[in-house]
């Protein structure tokens, strides 16, 4: 237990919906990274913030949004779902910027 | 930006013996940290291992331990032992002051016992 949880664990859609994704890092850790990984793609970055505020984009769709909140937690929302968006989505946290990052066990999405 | 390339989609290794994975990373960065995951079939990422770039010794955590090669952008990593609990992928990942990971498309070690 690497002590990052993400709720839920899978989520099935339709196309067009919108979700969101919620990810509470360790205890003392200020920065959450999203990954996405799909079969096509592989392990994608997406977002990274710290202690609240943007700090390195990747690969995210404008479609895709995400933010963190005070209590540190951060939700990844995906809005006009399509097919391909169907991907295990991972969230890590670090103490601060460029130290370890440990994963939650990832939300499943697939959207149908 | 950085590439990791990991040129071993699958290998197989007996019980007991001993596995080297490869990964080569392009970048042009100095300061740099590097990693092992692995993926075991409940999908989780789990760190393995991980190697500074101005550290000159090589990582080792109990029955993995890492070759990296600086000037050839090299990082292998080397189970040693197998066992049945090692079946999984593993990916390399490069990481630096931008703040992501960038993974390799990773390799998938199968036990036999």
């Known amino acids: 237990d690497s002590g990052v949880t993400q709720t839920p664990k899978h989520l099935i859609t339709a196309t067009g919906q919108r979700v969101t994704l919620r990810c509470s890092p360790r205890?003392?850790?200020?920065?959450v990274y999203w990954y996405q990984q799909s079969l096509d793609q592989g392990l994608q970055f997406l977002i990274h913030?710290?202690?609240?505020?943007?700090?390195a984009k990747g690969n995210i769709l404008e479609r895709f949004s995400a933010q963190q909140f005070p209590d540190l937690h951060s939700e990844l929302n995906l809005s006009s779902l399509e097919l391909g968006d169907s991907a295990l989505y991972f969230c890590?946290?670090?103490?601060?910027?460029?130290?370890?990052?440990?994963f939650g066990p990832g939300t499943r999405l697939l959207v149908l | 930006a950085q590439t990791v390339t990991q040129s071993q989609p699958e290998m197989s290794v007996q019980e007991a013996e001993t596995v080297t994975l490869s990964c080569t990373y392009d970048?042009?960065?100095?300061?740099?940290?590097l990693f092992w995951y692995k993926q075991p079939p409940s999908r989780q990422m789990i760190l393995v291992i991980r190697?500074?770039?101005?550290?000159?010794q090589n990582a080792t955590e109990n029955r993995f331990s890492v070759n990296f090669q600086k000037a050839a952008k090299s990082f292998s990593l080397k189970i040693s032992d197998s066992q049945l609990g090692d079946a999984a992928m593993y990916f390399c990942?490069?990481?630096?002051?931008?703040?992501?990971?960038?993974f390799g498309a990773g390799t998938t070690v199968t036990v036999r016992a």
């Open positions: 890590a946290s670090s103490v601060t910027g460029m130290e370890t990052q440990y």
């Open positions: 205890s003392g850790d200020l920065s």
């Open positions: 913030y710290y202690n609240g505020e943007e700090r």
């Open positions: 970048t042009s960065e100095s300061d740099y940290y």
């Open positions: 190697q500074e770039a101005y550290k000159q």
């Open positions: 990942a490069f990481g630096s002051n931008d703040y992501k990971l960038s």
